[in-house]
């Protein structure tokens, strides 16, 4: 069942992070999965190097620079236009939070010719830079349950903060960080008080 791959109107969304399954935000595909408005198309792994990084509660963030970090595994499912309107929702687009772009994916099967265009949902551009260089500009090739260890969910974070505002924490904090991907802000974003945000605009 689900939205068919050549549907009219179907968009193909290459996932990386917390919509994988398995995660936490899976519970959305799947209640979209049952109303008929996506389907699995299968394991994918981009064909550029993109970089993978972590930001405030271990959230993922796939950033735009093709060339940058690593090929990165992830899911690819086919979303008919009324369940694109609730990912781009979870995702805050209107935000600015991400922005759905375009990715050139392929299967694992290195025999098989399958690469395809997809979209994904990319680290805004007005503070993507900043979260590459708080993270050392290393990134990861998979968001694996090792890497996600520790994420908070959406609901457990402090709620007097917007999500912007939790970006910004985070890499005004970079300094003190441990290393490069440790999460400073999971121990001290809950009782941080708001900081003016250059990297974004509201």
Same mark, same amino acid.
């Given at each position: ?7 009219? *109107? ?9 919509? *994988? ?23 994918? =792994? ?59 994916? =392929?299967? %694992? ?28 500009? *290393? ?26 505002? =939790? ?9 003190? =960080? ?13 009782? %941080? ?10």
């Amino acid at each position: 069942m689900g939205v068919e791959e050549g549907a009219e *109107k179907s968009t193909i969304i290459f996932t990386y992070g917390t919509l *994988k399954r398995g995660f936490s935000n899976h519970l959305l595909l799947q209640d979209i999965i049952s109303n008929g408005d996506a389907s699995f198309l299968g394991v994918y =792994q981009t064909v550029d190097r993109l970089p993978l990084v972590c930001g405030p509660y271990r959230v993922p963030f796939l950033l735009n620079f093709p060339g940058l970090g690593e090929r990165v595994w992830g899911e690819l499912y086919a979303v008919s236009a009324r369940g694109l309107i609730r990912m781009d929702e979870l995702e805050g687009i209107t935000k600015a939070h991400y922005e759905r772009l375009p990715i050139k994916v =392929q299967q %694992a099967q290195p025999n098989i010719e399958s690469v395809r265009m997809a979209e994904a949902y990319y680290a805004h551009g007005n503070y993507a830079e900043a979260l590459w260089k708080t993270n050392g500009e *290393k990134g990861y090739s998979i968001y694996s349950e090792k890497e996600a260890k520790g994420y908070v969910k959406r609901k457990d974070r402090p709620q007097h903060l917007t999500f912007l505002e =939790q970006i910004g924490l985070f890499i005004s904090s970079s300094g003190q =960080q441990d290393s490069p991907n440790s999460c400073y802000c999971n121990k001290h974003l809950s009782t %941080a008080a708001p900081l003016p945000i250059d990297v974004v605009n509201h």
